[in-house]
């Protein structure tokens, strides 16, 4: 008993993964709208399990990406395969493991919350989902409005019904196109928050945001595009610490000389601000500075961030 | 973990009919939660013919045949209204789905090229078949008060036959004018410009024989016509065209507009406005 429990969790965990296609795959893709190169020889691959984010300003090309995906567009050479199948298959099985949230806000004409609900759980096989209908409708604090017209919700509503519509049919992979725009700052900590549920039940997660403080709690990995080109893609925190520079803040109970180092950023009576190159230690750079350790009230170091990493790849090119 | 992924491989049975049939079902709330426009206006409509036409009108006019005139327009006017409604129904249903933006479920959930046209055309021919049971009540109705007895139907297997061919082929119709519209105006246009003056001038309201024999020949490249004589055959005996050129032209049309409806959904844009 023990032992048969205990090599379900190694298959489970260890050797099914080997086995299991990523939930998605770019390869090479491209896709032109017209004259418009939208998407430029794109190829990565997501982990199992993990939150990925797709990075990048407006027109970068996430949208496109997406769209391909869910196969509403069709890729222009490239091929896009989610856990394995190519999606220009358009093979049910794949459709039915995806679960996608819109960038563009949806509405259904005369049909109520629930009903669309019902609906859609019916389009994935689910004749009977009343559970997980009323579970994600109370999960996303819609359950009031669900006798409402889609048209009759405000915009944040519209964005949590979204939500819950994706994932009637409890999909393995959830493809998140800014499913925080218009969102006002507590919905978008709890819709957060309801991400990380979701991942930590086993759900991959795709994502795009302009959020980028959030983005950085909450992506395993970023992928950074512009310009339909990937730029830069790795583990969050390691991209961070790569691209950006620590600083380190000295507070001055003196004034002290100009120090002259191509490490101090900026110098006044009261603070001097420095920049630490990645893989330098504060020592090191102490004793290359010369300042005066007795002047020194305080040291703050501030880590750099997500969004100077961002700024800094997009300055790159 | 393990079992959890093998039973997502062995959900797919219930991919098999449940959307299917969920979405025949949506088709159909749609159309009832908007009754009056959908079922109400159209039989509106068909009684005001039936009074201004059938009635006033049709109380001076003799046909050859020796059949009333009240009777000759009936069974028009039921083709005339269960094609029509069985277009507006897959056509609007498909703009509607544009407009708000829910055209991409078509597209997302695990449906089939044909399920969907199956779903549309199914939902459009209930709407047809529902506007159609109406008329021909109302038109029973004006029938017994006129002439005094019901009018009766000469061969109803002919009779069903070219109904269900007929309004699956303007279901069809309605799809591949959805998917191809860029907007309302557009299918307004198709619905105004072209199959209106087609139904109208199929031969509803007069027979082929009052016609110029120039209009006569120009009459039978008119798909209309085949439809609205094959039904009026089915209900009255009588036909202005051949009953199995009838047959033929039917047959051909649903097929091509079947083919073409499974093409339009393949290839249309799932993009809203
Ligand atoms: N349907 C379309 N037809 C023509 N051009 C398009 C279409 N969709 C997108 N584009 C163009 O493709 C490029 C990429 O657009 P995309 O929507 O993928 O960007 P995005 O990264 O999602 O931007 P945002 O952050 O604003 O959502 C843009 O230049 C856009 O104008
Ligand atoms: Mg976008």
Redesign the pocket.
């Given at each position: 008993m023990l032992t048969h429990s205990f090599f379900n969790k190694i298959i489970g965990k260890y050797v099914i993964r080997l086995f299991m296609p990523s939930p998605i795959l770019l390869n090479h893709l491209v896709k032109n709208?017209?004259k418009?190169q939208?998407v430029q020889d794109i190829s990565f691959e997501m982990k199992e399990g993990e939150v990925l984010g797709l990075l990048?300003?407006?027109?970068?090309?996430?949208?496109?990406?997406i769209s391909i995906l869910t196969s509403l567009e069709k890729p222009t050479s490239g091929e896009a395969k989610i856990f394995g199948i190519d999606v220009a298959l358009e093979e049910k099985q794949t459709k039915a493991s995806l679960g996608f949230v819109p960038?563009e806000l949806v509405s259904h004409g005369f049909f109520t919350v629930e009903e669309v609900l019902r609906f859609h759980s019916g389009y994935f096989g689910l004749a009977d989902n009343k559970a997980q209908i009323d579970y994600l409708l109370n999960k996303l604090g819609i359950y009031i409005h669900k006798d409402k017209k889609i048209r009759e919700l405000s915009g944040g509503m519209k964005r949590r019904f979204l939500i819950a519509k994706a994932l009637v049919h409890r999909p393995k992979l959830l493809l998140l196109d800014?499913p925080t725009a218009g969102v006002d700052i507590e919905l978008r900590n709890s819709l957060w928050e309801f991400v990380r549920e979701l991942n930590n039940q086993g759900t991959s997660i795709l994502l795009?945001t302009?959020y980028l403080e959030e983005a950085e709690k909450l992506c395993d990995r970023v992928a950074i595009i512009h310009l339909?080109k990937l730029r830069q893609m790795g583990k969050t925190a390691e991209l961070v610490k790569n691209m950006t520079q620590r600083q380190i803040v000295f507070q001055l109970h003196t004034p002290t000389s100009s120090l002259q180092s191509p490490y101090v950023k900026s110098q006044s009576d009261k603070q001097i601000i420095c920049q630490i190159p990645a893989g330098m230690e504060l020592g090191e750079l102490m004793g290359k500075i010369h300042l005066d350790t007795k002047v020194i009230s305080d040291i703050r170091i501030k880590e750099g961030t997500l969004e100077e990493a961002f700024l800094n790849v997009l300055s790159e090119a | 973990m393990f079992y959890q992924r093998h039973k997502v491989s062995l959900a797919t049975p219930e991919l098999r009919w449940t959307p299917f049939v969920t979405l025949l079902k949506k088709e159909i709330v749609r159309f009832l939660k908007v009754i009056n426009q959908t079922v109400v206006t159209p039989l509106m409509n068909s009684s005001l013919y039936l009074l201004i036409f059938g009635v006033s009108l049709g109380r001076s006019i003799d046909l050859s045949s020796g059949v009333s005139y009240l009777a000759f327009l009936i069974p028009g006017l039921v083709t005339m209204s269960m094609l029509n409604n069985a277009f507006q129904n897959s056509s609007s249903s498909v703009l509607n789905s544009k407009f708000h933006g829910d055209i991409i479920d078509f597209k997302i959930a695990p449906f089939s090229t044909h399920q969907v046209v199956w779903a549309l055309s199914l939902g459009a021919l209930i709407r047809g078949f529902a506007v159609g049971a109406v008329t021909i009540g109302v038109s029973e109705v004006f029938h017994l008060v006129v002439k005094g007895s019901f009018l009766g139907i000469q061969h109803p297997l002919i009779f069903i036959y070219y109904l269900f061919v007929g309004t699956m082929t303007f279901a069809s119709f309605g799809i591949i004018v959805g998917f191809w519209a860029k907007n309302f105006e557009q299918v307004n246009a198709i619905g105004g410009f072209i199959l209106l003056p087609l139904i109208y001038l199929g031969g509803v309201f007069y027979s082929l024989e009052n016609l110029h024999p120039f209009w006569r020949i120009v009459s039978q490249g008119n798909p209309l016509l085949y439809f609205i004589n094959g039904i009026r055959y089915g209900v009255i005996g009588v036909s202005d065209v051949n009953i199995w050129t009838a047959f033929g032209v039917s047959v051909g049309s649903m097929i091509a507009m079947y083919l073409l409806s499974i093409r339009s959904v393949k290839t249309g844009s799932y993009?809203r406005w």
């Open positions: 709208y017209g418009v939208a990048g300003p407006n027109g970068a090309g996430k949208t496109s990406i960038q800014e795009t302009h339909g | 993009i």
